[in-house]
């Protein structure tokens, strides 16, 4: 998939974000073509090789018709994690590490089932922390939002399940 300065990209591991610059660089002697990519949502800056950008999981964000797609996964009713809070969290981490939206989404919501109902282990608080902030700046992007709208945006959403998550199974294995 081609890339152009404008387009609107996430990067798995860091969020949704601005391609600012595509440029040929020379790095450990080999020549190659590089993304600069502006996250918004910290503040950083990433390069990304064009010729590894589909292998790292960059993508371009989301149309805003798919935004419905995504309430519809965090509002979904039964979710299937592992009892055991090291398989959970590796569970989630690959989840995360795959890039798609919809297993993002997926995480967020399992996450915040498990914290209103359970509590979160402090791993597991952070990796919330970061799945939100990851899901709330693609929202941003798709929605043209800015970064405090798209927090307080899927922050209602996640409100709005909050008493109806009660009675969900959340434990499976």
Do not use: C
Not at 92 to 116: H, P, Q, Y
């Amino acid at each position: 998939m081609g890339y152009e300065v404008g387009d609107k990209v996430v990067y798995p591991h860091h969020g949704a974000g601005t391609v600012v610059m595509k440029e040929k660089r020379e790095i450990l002697g080999k020549r190659r073509e590089y993304l600069t990519i502006q996250i918004l949502h910290n503040d950083m800056t990433v390069m990304v090789p064009v010729d590894s950008a589909d292998k790292a999981g960059l993508r371009k964000v989301i149309a805003t018709r798919d935004v419905n797609e995504v309430i519809a996964v965090l509002r979904q009713d039964e979710t299937k994690m592992p009892k055991n809070w090291n398989r959970r969290f590796k569970h989630n981490r690959e989840k995360i590490k795959t890039g798609d939206i919809f297993e993002l989404a997926e995480v967020v919501r399992n996450l915040s089932i498990r914290e209103s109902e359970k509590g979160l282990s402090t791993g597991e608080k952070q990796m919330f922390n970061r799945a939100k902030k990851i899901l709330a700046s693609e929202l941003m992007y798709a929605r043209s939002m800015d970064e405090d709208e798209a927090d307080r945006f899927l922050d209602g959403v996640l409100k709005e399940m909050g008493p109806a998550a009660a009675g969900r199974k959340l434990d499976d294995k």
